[in-house]
């Protein structure tokens, strides 16, 4: 089947609808507000990824970009809308950590977090840090485990941080999301449902963080 027949499916379960299922739902979150934030989900070799300056919530599949992983080539290329900014940081999630979908959302949460640590976002002894992957080991973290994510310096163009996404994933096998300052964030996880709960969990402890500190509470350590 061809990627413009892929892209028609009528199945729910199709990526390119799945997409669209997820941005709409991301929108109510007020997550992807203005056309900002993206997705993308690796089906095979295949890449699906949902468009740059598009409404999030009125977004169809036919919309979707299709590329090809291993040669990193366009199969289908709407013409009246351009490729994601995102694609770059997306790409490195699946050929640097196998990944099968990445989530990058404009997260008011993760904002603030970023003007309120300096080089990592650490909390520790909260129950939903059981909802996060160890990554290079089997299982989970504990609730009384220090959950750690990247800050990485924004850049006046979103694909100039593919460098800086590389290098940090180098540096921090264990993660599962990288916040950009005064921007956002971006978790990837090994498919698109499991990236969801873990965006979701993520997204609760970064709101949480930012009223731990707001009451004078140390996120780390509770105290």
């Not at 507000?33 to 409404?55: E, F, K, N, W």
């Not at 909802?131 to 990485?152: S, Y």
């Not at 921090?172 to 499991?194: E, L, M, N």
């Amino acid at each position: 089947m061809s990627a413009e027949e892929l892209i028609k499916s009528h199945d729910p379960n199709h990526p390119a609808n799945v997409i669209c299922e997820l941005c709409k739902l991301f929108y109510d979150w007020n997550w992807v507000t203005g056309t900002g934030g993206g997705m993308s989900i690796r089906d095979g070799d295949l890449v699906y990824l949902a468009p740059s300056g598009v409404h999030k919530e009125r977004m169809k599949p036919e919309n979707m970009f299709v590329m090809s992983l291993s040669t990193g080539k366009y199969l289908r290329t709407p013409d009246v809308y351009k490729p994601s900014a995102c694609t770059p940081l997306f790409l490195a999630a699946f050929t640097k950590r196998g990944a099968g979908a990445c989530i990058h959302t404009h997260s008011q949460a993760a904002v603030l977090v970023s003007l309120m640590f300096e080089k990592e976002f650490r909390i520790s002894h909260i129950e939903q840090i059981k909802a996060i992957p160890k990554v290079t080991e089997p299982g989970n973290l504990d609730n009384f485990d220090t959950l750690v994510i990247p800050i990485i310096e924004n850049t006046p163009h979103e694909d100039e941080l593919a460098p800086y996404l590389e290098k940090t994933l180098e540096e921090y096998p264990q993660t599962s999301a990288v916040i950009v300052r005064r921007h956002g964030i971006f978790v990837w996880g090994k498919d698109v449902w499991k990236t969801k709960i873990l965006n979701e969990a993520i997204d609760y402890l970064l709101e949480l963080a930012v009223k731990m500190k707001q009451a004078g509470i140390d996120p780390n350590t509770g105290l």
